[in-house]
């Protein structure tokens, strides 16, 4: 018996504290809803936290897809990171994602806490329930829609969602990589480490129970210091990427590794957890041994200060949902109707042997250009009327898997799924039916926020901005005023869809109304250079492809200003502006124009701005 009770409703329930988690509270409480948020680590982040201490990649594919970077909440996120982390300290990231919770009113936060136990009420979730290790507390959450963030489907499985598991035949979806006949291999768990140089020869002392490596036995998983010399962007091209395989996309000694990776061919991944990380340790402090004692690998000096503890899952269950996205739909870009989401990342699949497997390359690689979207009924279950899913879990094939399962794309997956939720309590109906009646709605509350779906634009009728007329004191070829109401925040299809001054000294825009309006917010977007990542990571090669410091093209001071007749009646004076998408309510006030004066970039010698629009009260 539980020495201590909490019981709580909530019109939505997020279980699991990833970054598709995360994404997803925040983006319902943010609509407006009473949220939960349970976690049973004691940090947010998952693969991202310090506990296991993955970058975050996605559809820009280590910067070589330009500008495909993701935006939204999770842009918010690595924008803060950038401003206040500038050495990515992993615990400090952590620290971010807990404040970026916790700072929202309508969301509450259950960490340590583990789900146990679903109640039904035919095809719904009535509440969950679980265990606070921290506090020896029962927890019970009700909730009108719950959100499975678990990686696992943990809390999908116990209410009795469809699901799978492991590759389908090739004849299920016509894949023309998939297996000829289906089978439960998963991709494997790694366990990362970090090392540092002390500046003076350290020595390692090899525990008994590590494993042994040779030369020969790594000969196909690069551990010395220096990149793969296919493309040093790590998305690989040549015979290697043709056939298949794939070299790391990064090999410092000092931090890795990701092929370090094993659980795969397990018959069951996640109840062999604890076996797994015990096996997986042998094997890092084994490839560790073999760095420093193994040979000349210039290691002399270094020091192995940090190795996870928690082992970083790949795959385990996939829920399935009103579609199951497929390699066809990857390969061909596809624009689905319904799109809430987009992936770029290769078709990953990583060999279910892992380090049981020496003898072949860790993981096929399966590359194609551009980017697909992901449709919205990838996002709740198809059986049970009021779960959604975010994350890994959704509703995809084993191959389309392979890049859905990336952090980047999950967090945005998580983003369209809580917003969706959102709607669901608003019109008090189900996932299913928030996609029949107000996808529409979705896409633009989506594209509003911040988020990018290909080939969908602002149709928002409720933005001012889209009639007014923009001329600017200056601007730059195929960088005019009037890009900033084209609907599209990034350039795409060739075209920047972005203003841009001559210089920093005629650095201002002004947009006319068609009419006098009552205008009570303002949304500005900038640039933040979309084409390269801002993430943090423990690679060096990965933080050296970075920018110091922020994106030099954002806009860093400006004064926003609401004019009446050609008078001010409204100004706002904003210094150090560090995020993306900037939001600045007014109270309400009448004018017939909006002007946007930019001071100063983080090293542009030029404004830029992507987007604006206005707003009566929001």
């Known amino acids: 018996m539980s020495l201590r009770e909490t019981k709580a409703e909530y019109s939505i329930v997020v279980i699991g504290g990833g970054l598709s988690g995360v994404c997803a509270a925040i983006a319902a409480a943010r609509q407006g809803q009473k949220c939960a948020i349970v976690q049973n680590r004691s940090v947010f982040g998952g693969n991202a936290s310090s506990e296991i201490r993955m970058h975050v990649v996605g559809a820009n594919c280590h910067s070589s897809k330009p500008n495909l970077r993701e935006t939204g909440i999770l842009e918010e996120i690595m924008l803060e990171n950038k401003r206040r982390n500038p050495y990515a300290d992993f615990p400090t990231f952590d620290m971010i994602l807990w404040e970026k919770v916790h700072e929202e009113p309508n969301l509450t936060a259950y960490l ?44 999908g499985v116990m209410a009795g969602a469809a699901h799978r598991e492991g590759s389908e035949a090739r004849s299920e979806f016509h894949e023309v990589t998939a297996p000829e006949e289906a089978n439960h291999n998963t991709m494997g768990s790694t366990i990362m480490f970090h090392a540092v140089d002390r500046g003076e020869p350290v020595e390692f002392i ?34 290697d990427a043709a056939a298949g395989n794939r070299l790391p996309e990064f090999s410092n000694m000092d931090a890795g590794y990701w092929w370090c990776e094993l659980g795969g061919d397990y018959d069951d991944i996640i109840g062999g957890g604890e076996e797994l990380r015990d096996e997986l340790l042998a094997c890092v402090y084994g490839v560790w041994d073999h760095i420093k004692n193994g040979g000349n690998h210039g290691a002399d000096n270094y020091d192995l200060d940090w190795v996870g503890m928690v082992p970083g899952y790949r795959e385990s269950r996939r829920l399935e949902g009103g579609y ?31 380090m049981h497997d020496l003898s072949r390359y860790p993981s096929k690689v399966y590359n194609f250009e551009g980017c697909y979207t992901i449709p919205y009924r990838c996002y709740y279950s198809r059986n049970i009327e009021n779960l959604m899913m975010a994350g890994r879990d959704i509703s995809t094939s084993k191959m389309a898997f392979g890049s859905t399962r990336v952090m ?20 008090g109906e189900t996932p299913k039916e928030v996609g029949e009646r107000h996808i529409r709605e979705l896409q633009q509350l989506l594209l509003k926020n911040d988020c990018y779906i290909p080939g969908f634009t602002n149709e928002d009728p409720d933005d001012l901005a889209r009639k007014a007329v923009f001329t600017a004191a200056s601007e730059t070829p195929g960088c005019a005023a009037a890009n900033v109401a084209r609907g599209e925040a990034r350039p795409a299809g060739g075209k920047t869809n972005y203003w841009q001054s001559e210089n920093l000294a005629l650095a201002k825009i002004t947009g006319k109304l ?60 904003v210094r150090g502006n560090y995020q993306r ?29 992507q987007e604006i629009r206005l707003y009566h009260f929001s």
């Open 112 to 155: 340590n806490t583990d789900i146990e136990d679903v109640r039904m009420d035919g095809e719904r979730i009535v509440e969950v329930s679980g265990h606070q290790n921290s506090t020896e507390r029962k927890v019970t959450l009700s909730a009108k829609i719950f959100i499975d963030a678990t990686g696992h489907g943990t809390v």
């Open 206 to 239: 090899k525990p008994a129970w590590a494993n042994t490596y040779t030369e020969e036995d790594l000969k196909f998983r690069p551990h010395v210091d220096q990149i793969s010399v296919d493309d040093e962007d790590g998305i690989h091209t040549g015979a």
């Open 324 to 354: 199951i996205l497929n390699e066809n739909d990857v390969r061909a870009n596809r624009r689905f109707d319904d799109a809430v989401a987009y992936g770029g990342w290769p078709m990953d699949v990583h060999i279910a042997g892992g």
């Open 408 to 427: 980047g794309t999950c967090a945005i997956g998580g983003q369209a799924a809580g917003t969706a939720a959102a709607l669901a309590v608003k019109y």
């Open 514 to 573: 068609e009419k006098e309006e009552t205008v009570g917010e303002v949304r500005l977007t900038f640039d933040t250079d979309l084409s390269h990542e801002i993430q943090p990571s423990m690679i060096r090669n990965v933080l050296n492809r970075e920018v110091k410091g922020m994106p030099h093209e954002l806009v860093r001071d400006y004064t926003l200003r609401l004019l009446r007749g050609g008078s001010v009646v409204f100004a706002k004076e």
């Open 581 to 609: 998408l900037n939001v600045i309510r007014t109270g309400g006030v009448a004018c017939d124009a909006v002007e946007i004066e930019v001071h100063a970039t983080w090293g542009l010698p030029a404004a830029r701005i």
